[in-house]
T-cell receptor
């Protein structure tokens, strides 16, 4: 158990709908990352938040947005869903906004939220 | 485009044998690399990491080798066990300690261990 908690574990929704995925980072971690894992694209970095502020952006669609709250949990909002958005969405966390090798400050992943768009 | 890739998408080994999983990266600016293990239905699990100023690092039953000349990374698993069966990903980070913490992942190699 990495200590990163994600809900829901599974979600099925229809095209055009909107869903929210939730993540609680490990205790003491200030950074939260969102990744999308699909069969054709592999693990793709979406976005990173650090202590409530956006820190880095990857391949995140405009239909997707995220935020990190004062209690450090994060939500990923996916709207106007399309069939191609079906994927496994991972949240990860780390202590700092940057990785420091061998210091324990690396990135730990949650178990993921399976999203199926039908 | 993707800057981290894998030579072998699948690898099948006999229990007790050593496994070697390879990874090629294309971004010479990457200076920190991590290997993750992902079991079915679970999230990526940190295995071992290495910095660009190193060529080898050992953990428990695992060794990571880095060859910056040819931009190649490998993960060696000694005495492979059935519990090692999973998909293994290499990931790179550019500028450890000095830039963002996001990782770029390769597509993964599936390791199957035959009893």
């Amino acid at each position: 158990d990495s200590g990163v908690t994600q809900t829901p574990k599974h979600l099925i929704t229809a095209t055009g709908q909107r869903v929210t995925l939730r993540c609680s980072p490990r205790s003491g971690d200030l950074s939260v990352y969102w990744y999308q894992q699909s069969l054709d694209q592999g693990l793709q970095f979406l976005i990173q938040y650090y202590n409530g502020e956006e820190r880095a952006k990857g391949n995140i669609l405009e239909r997707f947005s995220a935020q990190q709250f004062p209690d450090l949990h994060s939500e990923l909002n996916l709207s106007s869903l399309e069939l191609g958005d079906s994927a496994l969405y991972f949240c990860a966390s780390s202590k700092s906004d940057r990785i420091f090798p061998f210091s324990g400050n690396t990135i730990y992943f949650g178990e993921g939220s399976w999203l199926t768009v039908v | 485009g993707e800057s981290v890739g894998l030579h072998l998408p699948t690898l099948s080994v006999q229990e007790g044998d050593n496994s070697i999983i390879n990874c090629a990266y294309s971004n010479s600016a990457s200076d920190y690399f991590i290997w993750y293990k992902q079991e079915s239905g679970k999230g990526p699990q940190f295995i071992i990491d290495i910095r660009s100023n190193m060529d080898k690092r050992q953990g428990q039953r695992v060794t990571v080798l880095l060859n910056k000349t040819v931009k190649h990374l490998s993960l060696q698993i000694a005495a492979t066990q059935p519990g090692d069966s999973a998909v293994y990903f290499c990931a790179e980070n550019m500028g450890y300690g000095g830039s963002q913490g996001n990782l770029i992942f390769g597509k993964g190699t599936k390791l199957s261990v035959k009893p």
